[in-house]
């Protein structure tokens, strides 16, 4: 009962992730929607991967640009796998596949990470680098293992199914994923509260103190960067299952760097962060980028202005609340926010106009697209919009400006009574 | 012979453009521990700067202009943006940087458009300016390594003759005792940034009608200048002048040489066919991997001497 | 007051994007496309949509298919396999017959296995994917699929155009190719075609580089001049052709450049002036075929792009893929994947220049006829406005590409 | 007798051409709590650093419990038992009071590099640490983040790190530097309670902790031991009060 009371988040999570997809369930031809599925299968992969990638970075103070190395060894392992299993060589359940990933990425991280860990920070990051390009002009190179610039294809519907099931619809994949991710992020979690990932943790902190008390540093690193390899291979191995092909993008250092803008986004501070980041990254990517030709330059302001204005990441922003909501006065906050809401959402759709109308202009219009907003299509060489955009966005940056100010004060005096109530009790 | 000259001109060429977009990132990454991503977007800024100058009054102006141009760019974006940042640490410095460097793109997708522009060889310069074994050396590539040289010496006397300089330098090797010399310590690392960036912008002034002026030249160009700098060590001008002359000239040769380790291999008797054990690998010639080698010396500087060819510290 | 005009704003970015999401009136007959629309190959896809859309006008304005109109609706892949793949998904939950794409044999690998298996799992809601420019040979022989039709000719057949547009005077090639599968199929093919059409021709160089990333190619130059070539043959397109024919027109290089990809957007720009009658490539149109054959109706149509969007129009002949598609779905008397792949098998149709075209059977390829440009001073039309443009050097007529194929079609019940 | 705990032979230690440890010899004897004296800029520190491992020597031979240290890193002198603290506080700010001081146990108790052992779950792992962390007064400061800590606590948290592992040897280096008179005073406490037993090897400016602690006294003067002695006689010996002692009384 204990256990159910202490895990209730994970449970809720799981029950609403599973109900999430028949929001877009199309009832009329009585069929999931396939986007809406991979789209959400794509973010538990890509969370399993900005985790794993969390416990070098996070946990072990450990920038690594090429992380993405791992996590396409192991998704080319799985292929491989699954093709030797197709073949009939030999036998492995599909719901296990995951974990022919995880092996693999276990190998590559031990054998990289004999290099990478050698050194830490920067030059850490600067071998991971090199790493990464290297992998990547050898998946092209190297037709034998990697199958060239074409990849591995493979067939997911093997029937060695351990439940009976054949994965040949996107919503069986998707729970697959979700299962998986859930056992990944779990075993993550626990890691976190073993000896080593403690001990990253110290040497991330102050790698010498860490060698006085007994700890090798570098073998602290190697380790983790090798358990990093296994989780961020699992990912690769489902990505396998999702999209049947693993082609050279999966190890290119794109790929790395969307985990390190997810785990930024989300926030280092706490386990969860860099799934929520990673929520926030795919749906930028693959949502946004369906919207506008310009989501590149939306990725680039958010970065900006999350590392000006939220450094702590988005959990990091949620952490904050913390002391006012154990004083139970979180309510008193919802109508500042109520009030900043307007003008910031005018910012934001002062910009976006903005951005939108220069990009469409420029590109768009070429494209024989026609900017609409709500069916109607905007002249866009007419002053009007242009104007409507700069207004909205500077009176909404005079107005979220003096809004501020105010929530600042409201914020400062909630934050003061909470510490002198937790300072009493 | 005439391919060892030839290759050798060409890979001062190249060398130097290398270092000019590197010696800047040297000075930045020393002394700030920034890794700027956004340092090769300023190569691309450089040169449609200096394209769009050039339409208007000529190449020459631009050679000025341009860089300047790129400067201030870097200042605003140290003095309003960096500056802001640096507290939070060199994470969250790396990834302004590589904001910036993804709206740069952006913009000069939009201004300029996604093709390249025919940003072209000044005509004063276009021509060849000698003919060696048959092979013409055009003038404007001279032109690349006089501008280059003069850069070289003209960063060289800042930093040995002038107060500033000394600052610099003595920042470069102790960037924790800057502040203890009692200078105004962001104002000079504004300096630096913007002269870093200008510096960037000087190289794309010249290398933007070298190689072709497009959207996605700054992003082929940014992992090399990286490399560059590292190996040549951080803190050390010299190790960077050194390793930019070194990839250029590897790059060059290696495509001269047509051996794989098969060949190796036959020396010693063993014959590598399509069944020996990683015969891919073993039959992969130099010229094929010419390009990657300096990814794999960095890898290996960095394992065995973190601090570079001629760095004054750990990487 | 102020609150309210926020709200009503905010109601209206919720519209905004559901308008731009939601479908519109399903009397469309929706083609999905994806190429690369942002990141540094956004050029790529950027041209095609232009004039895709351009072609798409022009033959709605026709009357379009079964009284429907053709829509596009594009898909930024970002040159991801992945995300082509999510594509594939957006376009099959909105039963769109058609997927298009045009750049990467990568992504076209990953296209075909997915839409094999989304028709094999799905035979309600199936898809056909129309390969406008992927040219990897495998994907209509080992890898060939029923719902696969390609309308570009592969790298083999350009390979051939290339050889047989060779001059007679020229005994000495230099070949360099980007080292990944496409490259490597390109310097297979170019050896098989000289060796059995100009056995008089000597390969003194065959070279693989690494793909994008060689910043000078000054060296490779120095090498081929070197070897005594009189001609380069290369597959490579974006920075690793441009640089590549920079250099050797900075080096003075006496060397014809025969090329796949010169003519593409880009292409013209930064070889220049320099390039002149130096630079070949092999192409299905050029502007200048038109009015070099008298085709008044045709140079209309090409300059009609021209004038309205100041940009080349390369892509005419995607026309002819429309042609087909509106033949095919005239033919199969419904918008349903199944019936129009039937409809497509075998059809042959006189392209707008006035060549015969057949959409082969077997294999589901496109053999038409293809060209060969010459980038020249004095031209009618000029490229990117260089004032060079390509003259039509060589015409291959559709039945001297017609290769053999190794396809075992699967064709559903 | 076994093995002196500590023992230096001959050690020398040059940074480029200038040396700063000349010829050390120095033995300490199990259970001697033994301090290094001397003036700023005699190489104490660096001596410690040498014993401990972070400097390699440039010659000379130093044994821990008897086996040589050449070559070994840091954590592997550790492991001989010999732990040591550092002069600017070093501690790992941003984990908890409770974890630095856990940190300080993991290896000692056997946990190795073990990602299979909960922590939460090692009941005596962890009612130990409490127990080290009310000896250090820092119980009610358990779950702190010990970046946050005030500078005397930092202090405690420091010794309290290098002892947890138990080792038998304890290299203290200035333990009570920055500290006020009452705190130094609760620090000379602590330090007597947790080296009962141990060798303790200190270096301290403070004379009254020095001479309030220390079985025996080492003076080091520019780089060499110029006198080796119980506390009485080094306060008697005229060679210290010229080098050292007596610039302080002056």
């Known amino acids: ?425 | 012979m005439e391919v060892f000259v030839v290759s050798l001109l060409n890979g001062l060429v190249y060398g130097m453009l290398l270092f000019m977009l590197a010696s800047g990132l040297t000075l930045i990454l020393s002394m700030m521990g920034v890794l700027n991503f956004a340092h090769a977007s300023a190569y691309m800024l450089g040169a449609y700067f200096a394209y769009t100058i050039s339409l208007y009054v000529g190449f020459w102006p631009a050679l000025i202009v341009a860089p300047v141009l790129c400067g201030l760019v870097g200042a605003a974006i140290e003095m309003w943006g960096l500056r802001r940042v640096h507290r939070h640490g060199h994470i969250a410095e790396l990834l302004f940087t590589f904001g910036v460097a993804l709206i740069i793109e952006k913009a000069v997708q939009m201004t300029w458009g996604l093709l390249p522009v025919p940003y072209r060889v000044p005509e004063l310069l276009d021509f060849p300016l000698f003919r060696i074994y048959g092979t013409q050396f055009p003038a404007y590539r001279a032109f690349m390594l006089l501008i280059s040289a003069l850069m070289f010496g003209a960063i060289w006397l800042g930093l040995t003759r002038t107060r500033v300089g000394l600052v610099i330098q003595a920042a470069l090797t102790h960037p924790d005792m800057a502040s203890a010399l009692g200078h105004n310590v962001p104002r000079i690392f504004t300096l630096v940034f913007a002269a870093g960036t200008a510096l960037a912008g000087l190289a794309g002034v010249i290398g933007g009608n070298y190689q072709v002026t497009e959207p996605a030249m700054a992003f082929t160009m940014g992992p090399i200048v990286f490399v560059v700098v590292v190996f040549g060590g951080l803190g050390s001008l010299t190790g960077c002048f050194i390793a930019s002359i070194l990839m250029g000239l590897i790059q060059t040769f290696a495509v001269v040489f047509d051996v794989s380790l098969a060949d190796l291999l036959a020396k010693f008797g063993i014959t590598v066919t399509a069944s020996t054990p990683f015969a891919e690998i073993l039959t992969v010639t130099l010229p094929r991997i010419g390009a990657l080698l300096p990814f794999l010396m960095m890898v290996l500087i960095l394992v065995f001497r973190p601090r570079g060819l001629m760095g004054t510290r750990d990487t | ?413 | ?250």
Request: glycine share 10%; with cysteine; aromatic share 10%.
């Open chain 4, 1 to 250: 007798m076994s093995a002196p705990a500590i023992e230096l032979r001959d050690v020398r230690k040059s940074f480029g051409p200038t040396e700063i440890i000349r010829g050390v010899n120095l033995a300490i004897p199990r259970g001697e709590r033994h301090a290094v004296i001397g003036p700023n800029g005699a190489g104490k520190t660096t001596l410690f650093n040498l014993i401990s491992g972070r400097f390699p020597i440039s010659s000379g031979t130093i044994t821990v419990n008897g086996k040589s240290t050449a070559g070994l890193p840091p954590q592997e002198i550790n492991r001989l038992g010999l732990s040591r603290s550092f002069q600017i506080t070093s501690i790992f700010p941003r984990m908890t009071v409770f974890e630095n001081i856990r940190c300080g146990l993991l290896w000692s108790r056997g946990y190795r590099y073990s990602f299979w052992h909960l922590l939460g779950g090692q009941k005596a792992l962890n009612a130990e640490v409490d127990r080290l962390l009310d000896r250090l007064k820092l119980g009610d400061r358990r779950n702190v983040q010990a970046g946050l800590l005030s500078y005397a606590e930092q202090r405690a948290l420091e010794i309290g790190i290098t002892i947890a592992g138990g080792a038998d040897i304890i290299l203290l280096d200035e333990p009570t530097a920055g500290m006020s008179h009452s705190e130094t005073d609760a620090a000379v406490e602590l330090i007597r309670g947790v080296s009962e037993g141990k060798t303790l090897l200190m270096v301290e400016h403070d004379m009254s902790v020095v001479f309030g602690l220390a079985d025996r006294i080492s003076v080091l003067v520019y780089g060499e031991v110029i006198a080796s002695d119980t506390p009485a006689a080094i306060r008697g010996n005229a060679a210290v009060q010229e080098a050292y002692l007596g610039t302080i009384a002056a």
């Open chain 1, 1 to 425: 009962m204990s256990l159910l009371r202490r895990n209730w988040l994970w449970l809720l999570a799981l029950v609403v992730l599973l109900a999430f997809p028949f929001l877009f369930y199309d009832w009329a031809k009585g069929r999931h929607s396939g986007f809406a599925l991979t789209l959400m299968s794509e973010i538990g992969v890509m969370a399993i991967f900005a985790l794993s990638f969390n416990m070098l970075m996070g946990q072990a103070g450990l920038l690594s640009f090429g992380h993405a190395v791992l996590f396409g060894l192991g998704a080319y392992c799985a292929a491989h796998v699954v093709n030797l299993v197709k073949a009939g060589t030999i036998w492995l359940p599909t719901e296990l596949v995951p974990l022919a990933g995880g092996l693999g990425g276990l190998f590559f991280g031990f054998v990289l990470g004999w290099l990478a860990t050698k050194q830490r920070a920067t030059a850490f990051a600067m071998i991971t680098m090199g790493l990464g390009e290297l992998v990547s002009a050898a998946a092209l190179m190297f037709m034998g293992f990697f199958g060239g610039e074409g990849g591995i294809t493979i067939d997911r519907v093997m029937d060695t199914s351990l439940l009976g099931v054949r994965y040949t619809s996107p919503w069986q994949v998707y729970c697959l994923v979700l299962a998986w991710a859930f056992i990944a992020a779990a075993l993550m979690r626990l890691q976190t509260q073993t000896p080593l990932g403690r001990m990253a943790n110290a040497a991330r902190d102050n790698f010498e103190r860490a060698q006085f008390v007994g700890y090798d540093p570098r073998r602290i690193r190697w380790i983790q960067f090798t358990l990093a390899g296994f989780f961020a291979g699992i990912g690769g191995g489902l990505y396998v299952l999702i999209y049947e092909i693993v082609t050279f993008d999966t190890v290119s250092a794109a790929k790395s760097a969307n985990a390190l803008l997810a785990v930024y986004i989300g926030g280092t501070g706490a386990f969860f962060g860099p799934i929520l980041g990673t929520i926030v990254v795919v749906l930028l990517q693959s949502g946004v980028s369906l919207l506008s030709n310009a989501w590149l330059l939306y990725v680039g302001v958010l970065f900006i202005v999350m590392v000006m204005y939220a450094p702590i990441g988005l959990v990091g922003l949620i952490g904050l609340h913390a002391p006012i909501w154990r004083a139970g006065r979180l309510r008193e906050l919802l109508l500042p926010y109520l009030r900043a809401l307007p003008p910031a959402l005018m910012v934001l759709l002062g910009f976006v106009l903005l951005v939108e109308l220069t990009s469409f202009t420029t590109i768009g219009a070429a494209q024989g697209k026609h900017f609409a907003i709500a069916g109607r299509t905007i002249d866009t060489t007419s002053p009007l919009p242009w104007g409507i955009a700069l207004v909205a966005l500077g009176l909404g940056a005079l107005w979220l400006r003096r809004e501020a100010r105010a929530f600042r004060l409201r914020w400062d005096a909630l934050m003061e009574d909470a510490k002198r109530q937790a300072g009493a009790s």
């Open chain 3, 1 to 413: 007051m102020r609150a309210r005009s926020g709200i009503s704003i905010l109601l209206g970015l919720v519209l905004a994007i559901a308008g731009m999401g939601g479908a519109s009136a399903q009397q469309t007959i929706k083609v999905a496309y994806t190429d690369p629309l942002s990141g540094p190959f956004a050029q790529v896809g950027d041209a095609n949509l232009k004039q895709m859309q351009y072609i798409i006008d022009f033959i709605n304005a026709k009357g379009g298919a079964l009284g429907k109109k053709f829509e596009l609706v594009p898909f930024d892949n970002k040159s991801q396999p992945s995300d082509a793949l999510i594509a594939l998904k957006s376009a099959t939950d909105q039963n769109m017959p058609f997927i298009m794409q045009c750049s990467g044999s990568n992504i076209a690998a990953a296209l075909i296995d997915g839409v094999n298996k989304h028709n094999d799992r799905n035979p309600d809601n199936r898809i056909i994917y129309l390969n406008c420019g992927a040219v990897a040979p495998e994907l209509t022989n080992e890898q060939c699929s029923f719902w696969h039709f390609r309308f570009d000719l592969h790298a083999a057949m350009k390979a051939e155009v290339m050889v047989r547009a060779l001059p007679k005077e020229t005994t000495k090639v230099y070949l360099i190719n980007q080292d990944y599968l496409f490259g490597q199929s390109v310097q297979r093919e170019l050896r098989t075609y000289l060796a059995k059409l100009r056995p008089d021709v000597q390969i003194v160089g065959d070279e693989l580089i690494p793909l994008g990333k060689i910043k000078d190619f000054s060296p490779y130059i120095t090498k081929i001049k070197a070897s005594g070539a009189q001609a380069l043959m290369t597959g490579n397109w974006g920075p690793d052709m441009n640089l590549l024919i920079k250099a050797g027109i900075d080096a003075g290089a006496d060397l014809r450049y025969y090329t796949f990809y010169a003519h593409l957007a880009g292409g013209p720009t930064a070889i220049g002036a320099g390039g002149d009658g130096r630079v070949l490539s092999v192409m299905s149109f050029g502007e200048n075929v038109a009015p070099e054959l008298g085709n008044k109706e045709a140079e209309e149509f090409t300059k009609g792009f021209r004038d309205k969007h100041k940009f080349d129009f390369s892509a005419a002949g995607y026309r002819t893929i429309f042609e087909y598609l509106q033949a095919a779905v005239n033919k199969a008397g419904a918008v349903d994947a199944t019936k129009i792949a039937f409809a497509l098998e075998g059809m042959t149709i006189r392209d707008f220049l006035g060549f015969e075209t057949t959409m082969r059977k077997d294999d589901h390829q496109l053999i038409s006829e293809y060209f060969v440009g010459s980038f020249k001073k004095g031209v009618k039309y000029d490229a990117e406005n260089t004032g060079l443009g390509w003259a039509t050097a060589a015409t291959v007529l559709a039945k001297d590409v017609d290769q053999p194929n190794t396809c075992k079609m699967k064709r559903p019940r």
